[in-house]
């Protein structure tokens, strides 16, 4: 692949979380000690990306807040010979170039828009597509994003899909891809949201992470609003790009998370802190 870059959205409500989702955004919800997105920005920076765009709800404060650096506070902490206590933030604002991309409420809502509002910012590279809820966690420190990107390299493919094997009594619960063979490697044939168990086309569940290049904005512009949800599904201009362009189905090898509901939420929770004491 070209140069890298991330377009991670951050701009839904929340409604699961609510009240709470009310005032804090679900992607810096804390795991552990740090917001959700911080793991997947890091899992960005160790994939090679330098430029990531944060899809932002307009006015928002909380993603600038925290990837920006906020001098007044240096200042105070340093002033108090608290730079220990720093430490854990001041690298936040440098680890990448971050654009906040504003989306407004203008009627279209869905998993694509992102990626549309994200186009001036992309320009010419290959990027990743993500949501800045989702979670991937893995023992051995590894990035599943650089192996998304490594593998697509290896396979000659343009562009990837990360999928993780979920139990077949639970795939009514995602988006179910179906692969086909291309030479030696496995690529996206079809998806079902939330199929039934019995008429499922695989295992393999979508957890909205993407390898892309430009070209698929020329299918992004020419997607119509699902007739069902009136979503703009970004699964729905991926699916039309597959068919003129081998995307390949990956594997990841760390467990996921939907950080977006309470119970993946606390989960991750509590696998990052049984991973952490066991690091200890």
């Given at each position: 692949?070209?140069?890298?870059?991330?377009?991670?959205?951050?701009?839904?409500?929340?409604?699961?979380?609510?009240?709470?989702?009310?005032?804090?955004?679900?992607?810096?919800?804390?795991?552990?000690?740090?917001?959700?997105?911080?793991?997947?920005?890091?899992?960005?920076?160790?994939?090679?990306?330098?430029?990531?765009?944060l899809?932002?709800?307009?006015?928002?404060?909380?993603?600038?807040?925290?990837?920006?650096?906020?001098?007044?506070?240096?200042?105070?902490?340093?002033?108090?010979?608290?730079?220990?206590?720093?430490?854990?933030?001041?690298?936040l604002?440098?680890?990448?170039?971050?654009?906040?991309?504003?989306?407004?409420?203008?009627?279209?809502?869905?998993?694509?828009?992102?990626?549309?509002?994200?186009?001036?910012?992309?320009?010419?590279?290959?990027?990743?597509?993500?949501?800045?809820?989702?979670?991937?966690?893995r023992?051995?420190?590894?990035?599943?994003?650089?192996?998304?990107?490594?593998?697509?390299?290896?396979?000659?493919?343009?562009?990837?899909?990360?999928?993780?094997?979920?139990?077949?009594?639970?795939?009514?619960?995602?988006?179910?891809?179906?692969?086909?063979?291309?030479?030696p490697?496995?690529v996206?044939?079809?998806?079902?949201?939330?199929?039934?168990?019995?008429?499922?086309?695989?295992?393999?569940?979508?957890?909205?992470?993407?390898?892309?290049?430009?070209?698929?904005f020329?299918?992004?512009?020419?997607?119509?609003?699902?007739?069902?949800?009136?979503?703009?599904?970004?699964?729905?201009?991926?699916?039309?790009?597959?068919?003129?362009?081998?995307?390949?189905?990956?594997?990841?090898?760390?467990?996921?998370?939907?950080?977006?509901?309470?119970?993946?939420?606390?989960?991750?929770?509590?696998?990052?802190?049984?991973?952490?004491?066991?690091?200890?």
């Amino acid at each position: 692949m070209s140069a890298l870059k991330a377009v991670i959205s951050t701009a839904g409500f929340g409604t699961r979380f609510f009240p709470v989702g009310k005032s804090v955004n679900k992607a810096m919800l804390p795991i552990l000690n740090r917001p959700v997105v911080d793991y997947l920005v890091t899992e960005c920076v160790q994939a090679g990306v330098t430029e990531i765009g944060l899809v932002v709800m307009a006015g928002d404060t909380q993603l600038r807040g925290y990837f920006t650096e906020d001098r007044t506070l240096k200042d105070y902490f340093f002033s108090r010979g608290w730079e220990e206590k720093y430490r854990p933030v001041a690298h936040l604002h440098t680890q990448a170039e971050f654009t906040f991309i504003e989306q407004s409420l203008d009627g279209r809502y869905g998993t694509a828009i992102p990626a549309m509002l994200a186009q001036e910012f992309v320009g010419d590279a290959d990027f990743f597509l993500l949501t800045g809820d989702d979670l991937v966690l893995r023992a051995d420190g590894g990035s599943d994003l650089a192996d998304l990107r490594d593998a697509c390299d290896e396979a000659g493919a343009a562009g990837g899909i990360a999928v993780t094997e979920v139990p077949p009594e639970h795939v009514s619960r995602y988006g179910i891809v179906s692969t086909r063979r291309h030479g030696p490697a496995e690529v996206l044939d079809g998806a079902v949201e939330k199929p039934a168990p019995e008429s499922a086309p695989s295992n393999l569940a979508s957890i909205s992470r993407f390898l892309l290049t430009p070209a698929i904005f020329k299918y992004l512009e020419a997607l119509r609003p699902d007739a069902r949800s009136g979503e703009y599904l970004s699964i729905s201009a991926l699916l039309d790009y597959a068919q003129d362009h081998p995307v390949l189905v990956h594997r990841i090898t760390g467990v996921y998370y939907d950080c977006g509901s309470i119970g993946g939420w606390l989960d991750a929770n509590l696998a990052a802190a049984a991973q952490r004491d066991h690091s200890a």
